[in-house]
């Protein structure tokens, strides 16, 4: 659902006036500098393995010859020519990554939630810079709100970390659906689409699917631990939906319980679309839990 520039955001103006410009280049650098030094313990090697290219993309058009396959017979330009051409493919080897950022209210609320954003970003980023691959990074609401153009290298990653700190969002909701079937029409090439969300939406899972069938998806599901899930049994709170501004009531005991089962449910319904997922979470070093995530998951995209 789209929202009005009058429900923007306004728990992120504070943060962010009270940080210098100064500062947050600073903050960006050692964000960079960090996710570099961290990338070359391992990760990266683990991440190249993962995440390898595949499949086949087109070449040319060149003239058929007797044995070729059939089925790769361009008809169209067959006709027009008045004698057979065929498809010429080659195996896609490089696949562009492309780190999509949940910007909505209800993430950019939360300062430990939005961390684990930029350090998971910021350690893809690097991973993908040291093998020089292309990488860019985008930012989506209920809409796309803002993107990086593909670039690679060291001098990438640090407009990739400068972006982390320094974008800021102008819409509240979320739209996972809307980001998905756009990345679906505008991404031609097979592609790494990895993408960092709360996943505090509905209705995704239908288009979510569609764009596991050209790409490799990743979908990093950002985890804090919910206030209401900290209290002592038996308490009731009224809290407010930072995205819809509407308040709910909830039992402290029955909050944390359908929270650990709408988790587990989430998890099932993304692996069935055929993305693959990951949990980040505030109680273990991003790194750790990203080394643990390719150590356990074996099997290649």
């Known amino acids: 659902m789209n929202s009005s520039p009058a429900n923007s955001i306004p728990e992120q103006a504070p943060i962010l006036a ?149 974008f800021v969002p102008r819409w509240p909701g979320t739209d996972l659906a809307a980001l998905c079937q756009l990345l679906h029409s505008v991404c031609k090439r097979p592609s790494r689409l990895f993408i960092f969300t709360d996943l505090r939406c509905t209705s995704y899972h239908a288009a979510l699917g569609r764009l596991t069938r050209k790409h490799q998806v990743l979908v990093c599901h950002l985890q804090a631990t919910p206030i209401k899930t900290k209290l002592p049994p038996n308490i009731w709170l009224a809290l407010a939906d930072p995205e819809s501004r509407q308040e709910h009531l909830y039992k402290a005991e029955q909050s944390n319980q359908a929270s650990q089962a709408q988790d587990l449910d989430r998890r099932h319904e993304i692996l069935a679309t055929g993305a693959d997922y990951l949990c980040l979470n505030e109680h273990k070093p991003v790194l750790q839990q990203l080394l643990s995530y390719f150590r356990q998951t074996t099997t290649p995209f």
């Not at 995440?51 to 060149?62: C, D, I």
């Not at 089925?71 to 696949?95: C, G, N, Q």
């Open 18 to 166: 009270a940080i210098s410009s100064s500062r947050l280049e600073r903050l960006a650098a050692l964000l960079s500098l960090r996710a570099r030094k961290l990338a070359a313990t391992g990760l990266s090697g683990l991440f190249a393995s993962h995440f390898a290219g595949h499949g086949l993309e087109f070449s040319e058009l060149v003239e058929y010859q007797d044995g070729d396959d059939a089925a790769r017979i361009d008809w169209p330009a067959s006709l027009r020519a008045s004698r057979l051409y065929r498809r010429s493919y080659h195996e896609e080897r490089e696949l562009p990554l492309i780190l999509a950022c949940d910007c909505s209210a209800s993430l950019y609320s939360q300062p430990v939630l939005l961390e684990l954003l930029r350090q998971g970003a910021a350690l893809f980023a690097a991973c993908a810079a040291q093998s020089q691959d292309s990488f860019r990074l985008l930012f989506f609401s209920d809409r796309l709100e803002h993107a990086l153009p593909f670039g690679r290298g060291q001098r990438h990653l640090r407009r990739i970390g400068s972006q982390l700190y320094r």
